[in-house]
């Protein structure tokens, strides 16, 4: 408070920090309670397996990761607008089928199949979204229709043969299964990233200093960087032990923050909050709601397929059962999980992560433990309930404090 | 048309005050239902004008024709002067007319200067949030507002607060007229108050303030103008000063059909510039 001496009435910086703490308290939890659940799920699971936490299977628990947390992006975007995607898993299959047969039925370049993988992707969101404006049908039944229809597309696409095996020389193998950055690259980007996020607290910081508005310190925005950088690096000095970091789990990671800072520090972003908050106030306040629907559907369409297509090149393969299962519902638990609510306009592009950390995590400490996918399945039933009473008592408790 | 109106009662408005807004004989029906008969009305920059009547008595109907949710049936609107259409909400705002709804439409996921800038949005390469933040404390400071901080989300505030916030928000973009719809209806004593405060900071300045109304005494203590609505027709149009809490009433429920034959007595339609006789 004294180093600004403008007359703006703001609270000293200590209450600000005990709101914080209260808001915390009183149910503004935001990722606490996944990173907590993170922390108990691999004391259990290490406790239980010593192998649970080896470098070994920490890497391809960040590979397993990578395919369903994708998916799980576009679903945070839908459900940030209070609606939801149930084809993600047959989208994912979909695309699968169509980049095996393209690569190998049809001898197209990689690009190319990717291409047309993903143009079907936003094909197929944008006659969700269309559907949506246009006839209002709820976004639920539109997609579960959209789970069957498209489902039987994936059995068309592959045709009798039911499995295509990928080539394991190609690209998208290669990337999903083997390439892993060398440690000093790893290192390298783990500082650019805390270093990108320094510089802008510190240019942020500027700004608001020139506009005369009350600011954080500077040495809290540096501990935040400094946290992050020792977390990383420890990370992937851990996993360089193994094989190292996974191409594909940075990928992964990469379109995290880009969605975030789409979705915090652009006008789009915050017309997506804007219409999960309240759709009369967006549309009152000019923007055009049905643009953003339709966005919305088509980015959830797309990732979808950008996670089946890592998927399939993990498995090298595409078949009838890709992106069956619990491909599905794993990708929607994941989003809910990670805490984005389902009630729309409050959640952030890492409840993905956070959320596919905890649901593969459990899978595989499970699958470490020789469990069958029996009590998986439950359990990761149980987990997904959990969260969405977290919500839900949350979003209660916001309300009675006066915060929902 | 061009009679000046010195001896309208109450004393007639100066010459020399141009209407910002003007409506002239505005009709609009549901099916069979008129809502609205050939209604007259002048809306003048820094005046309060109160739109008071009973309910069913055509206000929100009113209200909703100049924010461009419903186009009028028949009628003419004069902006500044000029015709215009209403057709849709983008361009009443386009206009400058900014209307503030009884269920005032914010976000409540959102912090304040979200909602303040919703739509209009001050960007750079990205969002600028610190010349929103700047510009919203500017703005609230203003008119006076108590708001504890800028960044928390609406849901946290109170309700007086968050009318607040939504008449702050009709002001960016500096229109040239603001409707209230109801802004006191949902809010204590104390709240109350701080929202009247408010319309009178709108006044000095310089908007033409339109505030619908079912509590006379807040319509008393800024309205600078009454316009009585019943069933769909002008049925009154009061200088507040001069005017009784009971005349008021009897013109909203019928007591005095027609108290003053509308509206050319009081306010002749837009009058030629020229010096008057």
Wanted: a neutral charge; one cysteine or more.
């Amino acid at each position: 408070m004294s180093e600004t001496t403008q007359p703006t009435p703001t609270r000293a910086r200590i209450p600000a920090l005990v709101d914080e703490v209260r808001s915390r308290l009183t149910g503004n939890l935001g990722s606490l309670p996944v990173v907590v659940g993170l922390v108990i799920i691999c004391v259990v699971f290490q406790a239980l397996n010593p192998s649970f936490l080896s470098a070994d299977n920490l890497v391809n628990l960040t590979l397993q990761c990578a395919a369903g947390g994708t998916i799980a992006i576009g679903v945070v975007l839908v459900l940030l607008l209070g609606q939801i995607d149930l084809s993600v898993g047959s989208v994912s299959g979909l695309a699968a089928a169509i980049l095996a047969v393209s690569l190998t039925q049809l001898g197209w370049a990689l690009p190319l199949a990717i291409g047309a993988a993903l143009l079907t992707g936003v094909a197929i969101g944008l006659l969700y979204g269309v559907l949506f404006t246009r006839f209002g049908v709820p976004s639920f039944v539109i997609t579960l229709a959209g789970l069957l229809g498209v489902l039987g597309l994936q059995l068309k696409v592959l045709g009798p043969t039911g499995s295509i095996n990928i080539p394991f020389d190609s690209p998208i193998v290669l990337f999903a299964q083997s390439w892993f950055l060398p440690p000093w690259v790893a290192y390298l980007l783990a500082a650019l990233w805390a270093g990108g996020m320094f510089t802008s607290a510190v240019l942020r910081q500027r700004r608001r200093r020139r506009a005369e508005l009350p600011t954080t310190p500077l040495g809290w925005q540096a501990l935040r960087a400094g946290g992050l950088l020792t977390l990383c690096a420890l990370g992937v000095a851990y996993l360089a032990t193994d094989r190292g970091v996974g191409v594909m789990f940075v990928f992964f990671i990469v379109l995290v923050i880009v969605m975030d800072v789409v979705l915090t520090r652009t006008r789009w972003g915050r017309e997506v909050y804007a219409v999960g908050g309240s759709v009369e106030a967006a549309r009152r306040a000019g923007i055009r709601v049905d643009r953003v629907y339709i966005s919305v559907f088509v980015l959830c369409s797309s990732f979808a397929v950008v996670g089946g297509l890592l998927a399939a090149g993990r498995l090298a393969s595409a078949s009838l059962s890709s992106g069956g299962g619990d491909t599905n519902l794993n990708a929607i638990a994941a989003a809910v999980i990670g805490g984005t609510s389902l009630f729309g306009g409050r959640g952030s592009a890492w409840s993905a992560l956070l959320g596919i950390a905890v649901i593969q995590s459990i899978s595989n400490g499970l699958t470490l433990l020789n469990l069958d996918s029996s009590i998986r399945y439950m359990i990761t039933g149980g987990v997904l309930l959990l969260a969405v009473i977290i919500d839900s008592l949350s979003r209660r408790s916001r309300a009675a404090h006066g915060q929902a | 048309m061009s009679v000046a109106a010195v001896d309208g009662p109450g004393g007639a408005d100066p010459l020399d005050r141009v209407p910002v807004l003007s409506m002239r004989g505005i009709s609009k029906s549901f099916g069979k239902v008129q809502a609205l008969t050939d209604i007259h009305l002048d809306i003048f920059p820094g005046e309060v004008v109160a739109i008071v009547g009973d309910n069913g008595a055509g206000k929100s109907t009113l209200v909703k024709i100049l924010a461009g949710v419903h186009p009028a049936d028949a009628g003419e609107i004069e902006f500044e002067r000029a015709p215009v259409a209403i057709p849709d909400p983008t361009a009443s705002r386009a206009l400058g007319i900014a209307t503030v709804f009884q269920d005032l439409a914010l976000c409540d996921n959102l912090d304040v200067v979200a909602n303040l800038f919703l739509g209009r949005e001050i960007t750079r390469t990205a969002l600028d949030e610190e010349e929103m933040e700047r510009e919203a404390w500017a703005l609230l400071r203003q008119l006076s507002a108590r708001i504890p901080s800028v960044r928390v989300p609406i849901a946290a505030l109170s309700g007086g607060q968050r009318q607040t916030v939504a008449i702050a928000r009709s002001l960016i973009g500096d229109p040239r007229v603001v409707i209230l719809d109801e802004p006191t209806a949902a809010l204590g004593v104390a709240q109350t108050a701080e929202v009247l405060n408010l319309i009178e900071r709108l006044r000095e300045r310089g908007h033409g303030v339109v505030l619908i109304s079912h509590n006379m005494a807040d319509v008393q203590a800024v309205a600078d103008r009454i316009v009585v609505l019943r069933l769909g027709r002008n049925n009154g149009d009061f200088l507040a000063a001069d005017v009784g809490y009971e005349d008021i009433i009897a013109a909203i429920t019928g007591a005095t059909e027609h108290a003053r034959p509308m509206p050319e007595p009081v306010y002749p339609a837009p009058r030629r510039i020229g010096p008057v006789a």
